[in-house]
């Protein structure tokens, strides 16, 4: 079964970066569509990002457009998320999750624990 594990959180001040990663085991992530989430406090999760297989194809919220770039290396089992000029309302807890094709219909059938984005001076 598909296993995915988030990493690369932590603390950075407004306008720092950060690259999250989500590293796939027990199955191969380029046969999947792989979307980033977050969710903050009293909010519900978002969809940031979705990375389609095949083609790459990507979606970004308006929220984050121009800001996070989410990119996939299947040699490393592996999709990154790289977030530029980071805001306090970018914090939460974020999560990847595989599906089969990146859509506001889809059904996510794997997800990982979670990494905690925190921005903040």
């Known amino acids: 079964q598909l296993q995915l594990a988030e990493s690369g959180g932590g603390l950075v001040q407004p306008g720092g970066s950060l690259r999250l990663s989500c590293r796939a085991s027990?199955?191969?992530?380029?046969?999947?569509?792989i979307g980033w989430f977050r969710q903050a406090p009293e909010k519900e999760r978002e969809e940031v990002s979705c990375?389609?297989?095949?083609?790459?194809?990507?979606y970004y919220a308006d929220s984050v457009k121009g800001r996070f770039t989410v990119s996939r290396d299947n040699a490393e089992n592996t999709v990154y998320l790289q977030m530029n000029t980071l805001t306090p309302e970018d914090t939460a807890v974020y999560y990847c999750?595989?599906?089969?094709?990146?859509?506001?219909?889809?059904?996510?059938?794997?997800w990982g624990q979670g990494t905690r984005v925190t921005v903040s001076s």
């Open positions: 999750a595989a599906t089969v094709v990146c859509s506001r219909w889809a059904e996510y059938a794997y």
């Open positions: 027990g199955g191969s992530l380029e046969y999947y569509a």
């Open positions: 990375i389609n297989r095949h083609d790459d194809s990507t």
